[in-house]
């Protein structure tokens, strides 16, 4: 059992700013990659920015400059700190995680998501 817990989603102004959170709890062996996506209504679910265990970030280029992504690899965590924020950045915003598990094979879980919403 492997479960992703999310949290910092909610309403915010045009120009403000958000921090999501996610923690991987369970069984397994190692996190491999730590990552955030997001799908908006009528839309395609996008990867918006990711992390490997080894700290290299990537970024989709619609939230380059405005958006940085985190990781605790000995607390099992990823953060996304949101600045800046479009009426398009609103979504449903999913953490998803590539573990190891104990039987030494990858496995990628999701979370449930979080909803942001940036409107006046």
């Known amino acids: 059992q492997v479960q992703l817990v999310e949290s910092g989603g909610g309403l915010v102004q045009p120009g403000g700013s958000l921090r999501l959170s996610c923690a991987a709890n369970g069984s397994f062996f190692r996190v491999d990659t730590m990552a955030w996506y997001r799908q908006a209504p009528g839309k395609e679910r996008e990867l918006v920015a990711a992390i490997t265990s080894f700290h290299t970030p990537n970024y989709a280029d619609s939230v380059k400059d405005r958006f940085t992504i985190s990781g605790d690899s000995a607390k099992n965590t990823v953060s996304l700190q949101m600045n800046s924020l479009k009426p398009e950045d609103t979504a449903a915003y999913f953490c998803?995680?590539?573990?190891?598990?104990?039987?030494?094979?990858?496995?990628?879980?999701w979370g449930r998501g979080t909803l942001v919403t940036v409107s006046s």
């Open positions: 998803n995680a590539v573990v190891l598990t104990t039987r030494f094979t990858q496995r990628a879980v």
